[in-house]
């Protein structure tokens, strides 16, 4: 894998719900992410968590690190990082439900969290 190629949905990789049918939820956490500030160049660093309800697939956790890292040099702002985040996690597995929640480290002495969330059959 090339480090700077761009990241996308087909870059994540699922395998099938050991038990589908019932409602459970499952939690990455994410505590290394780096991407860069569009307007300073500067690196920026975040908690990504990821808090899902699987239906007929599972995200695979190698193929998650290796999309997460394709962030790493690219130039996108907080908001738009996590939605696209949760855009490329809900196309990759299709859950019930998806929750993504980045918690940004301290810039100029403040902090940003974004949240983002899915619901199947509801508008987004």
Do not use: H
């Not at 996308?8 to 991407?35: H, K, M, W, Y």
Request: hydrophobic share 30%; aromatic share 10%; net charge negative.
């Amino acid at each position: 894998m090339e480090p700077t190629a761009t990241p996308s949905a087909d870059q994540l990789e699922t395998f099938p719900n050991p038990r589908p049918g019932r409602d459970f939820t499952i939690e990455i956490v994410c505590p290394e992410f780096t991407s860069v500030c569009p307007k300073t160049g500067q690196p920026d660093f975040a908690t990504i968590t990821f808090r899902y309800t699987p239906s007929e697939t599972c995200v695979e956790l190698k193929s998650l690190k290796l999309y997460l890292q394709r962030y790493r040099s690219l130039g996108i702002f907080y908001e738009a990082v996590t939605n696209q985040l949760l855009d490329d996690f809900v196309a990759a597995c299709q859950p019930v439900r998806c929750l993504v929640v980045s918690a940004w480290t301290s810039r100029g002495g403040i902090t940003t969290n974004v949240t983002c969330s899915y619901e199947a059959g509801k508008p987004g």
